[in-house]
């Protein structure tokens, strides 16, 4: 029985605190809480009637007499009245009464309710010597940037500092020293005491520079004296990049001299393989220093070349695209000139044979001679003229509607046959036949020879046109 009595009082209790806890709000913001012996501080105290009637606040601190002023300001504030929901502002000024010692102090504000309920705020204050202290510069750094350092790429570097005691370092300077040139900057900051703060330093790197590890020395000087230095390792990373290539041309009467100028953009020595394009037909008449290459489908003028950082070099060759003007003229005059000798007839000779012997030797053959007026305009005085060899005789029967030979004679090459044609039309065709007959059987092959056609050109003067020699085997 007494321990649920108990219980209920403590409900009771509880109930009635967390009540009396839910009736005022109070807020403390800081105005100035950073001062010297003999000044004074300010705090801000925002109270908010939470209840339904009228409450009344004591403002005070226990610590107030015991070294220290905590006053409200106007002093009628130490009792203040608040109407339900409203909020009310008064300042709180604090004062060191005793030399103490500089540093960091908390002060208790209590804001006690008629209603019972009581809060307590904490009053944080930084006390600073009436005469500068003798403090030794305490900075803590801490350095954020990349170990690797890429040169092609701007570089970040931030400083995170914090003062750590009440000695007012105003007119800071930093200092980054290195064996870089680019990474030597320096800044002037002021840190007050306690105080944090970022300083970004952005450097663009030689983008030649060598690789390997390097040191950064961030250098701190307060009145030109060193206060502090760190260390920072960082790493230039080797670039390889392909060679850069650019073409530059002039062309004079289609002969297109090219420079290529190659860089090599990395930071080491390096060996490669050079590339200037060519359409595949400018690579047949490209020649210089390089060589003429295919790759990937492609054609290139290629240089093999060992260049240092930085280091550059220039390569010639040219495109003479003359060679095939000079062809393509060649061609059209040879056919121009193919055109004005080629004859305006063509002869063609054939045989076959009408006997042989039972052993198949060849006994008489049927010679037939085609003519042909290869041009559209009439060509006039045409002579054939046709050779049997002396082995065998021409037969005087003539087929019936061919042109019969205007002239047979034996002449030392054989038997001479000739046959006048007044004119020939365009295009005109014909067909001459005649026989011979073998004075001996033939074995073997029998060469009939090359037949002439004259014919009458301009200015009196004659042309000639050849046939085929024409072999008939047993």
């Not at 709000?25 to 009228?54: M, P, W, Y």
Request: proline letters at 6%.
């Amino acid at each position: 029985m007494r321990k649920l009595l108990f219980l209920c009082s403590l409900v009771l209790v509880l109930g009635a605190l967390a009540a009396v806890a839910e009736s005022a709000e109070i807020n403390v913001t800081v105005i100035d809480n950073a001062f010297r012996i003999g000044q004074e501080g300010k705090f801000n105290v925002s109270i908010t009637n939470l209840a339904k009637e009228i409450q009344r606040f004591s403002l005070y601190s226990l610590q107030a007499g015991q070294g220290w002023t905590v006053d409200p300001s106007p002093p009628k504030d130490r009792i203040i009245e608040v109407a339900p929901k409203e909020t009310y502002y008064t300042t709180i000024r604090v004062r060191a009464l005793e030399n103490f010692a500089p540093g960091i102090y908390t002060l208790n504000l209590d804001v006690a309710s008629d209603l019972g309920e009581k809060q307590t705020k904490l009053l944080k204050i930084y006390l600073s010597p009436e005469q500068p202290y003798d403090y030794l510069p305490a900075i803590k750094v801490a350095v954020d940037m990349n170990d690797k350092v890429d040169p092609r790429e701007p570089v970040s570097i931030k400083l995170l500092l914090e003062n750590r005691n009440p000695l007012d370092l105003a007119n800071l300077v930093i200092k980054v020293q290195s064996d870089i040139p680019e990474f030597a900057k320096e800044a002037v900051i002021d840190l007050p005491p306690l105080e944090k703060k970022t300083v970004e330093f952005s450097v663009i790197p030689n983008r030649f520079q060598q690789p390997k590890d390097y040191v950064l020395f961030f250098v701190f000087l307060r009145a030109g004296q060193p206060v502090k230095v760190v260390e920072k390792k960082i790493e230039i990373v080797a670039l390889m990049p392909a060679f850069k290539t650019d073409v530059t041309e002039v062309g004079k009467y289609f002969k297109i001299f090219k420079e290529v100028t190659i860089t090599n953009e990395g930071n080491v020595l390096n060996t490669q393989k050079a590339r200037a394009p060519l359409t595949r037909w400018e690579s047949y008449f490209t020649y210089g220093e390089g060589d003429v290459v295919t790759f990937n489908d492609a054609k290139y003028v290629e240089w093999e070349l060992t260049l240092g950082p930085g280091e550059a070099t220039t390569k010639h060759f040219i495109t003479n695209l003359r060679i095939p003007l000079y062809v393509l003229i060649f061609l059209l005059l040879f056919t121009a000139f193919y055109f004005y000798v080629l004859p305006p007839i063509s002869v063609s000779k054939s045989a076959v044979t009408t006997q042989s012997d039972e052993e198949g030797a060849l006994s008489e053959i049927k010679v037939a001679l085609e003519v042909k007026n290869t041009s559209s305009r009439p060509v006039r005085s045409v002579a054939l003229i046709d050779y049997v060899p002396g082995i065998a005789n021409v037969e005087k029967m003539i087929d019936v509607g061919t042109l019969k030979p205007t002239e047979v004679t034996h002449t030392a090459r054989g038997t001479k046959l000739v046959w006048n044609i007044a004119e020939l039309e365009g295009k005109e065709h014909r067909v001459i036949t005649y026989k011979v007959k073998a004075k001996l059987n033939i074995l073997g092959t029998f060469s009939l020879p090359r037949a002439t056609a004259e014919y009458g050109k301009r200015k009196g003067r004659t042309g000639k046109a050849y046939s085929n020699i024409f072999r008939l085997s047993t």
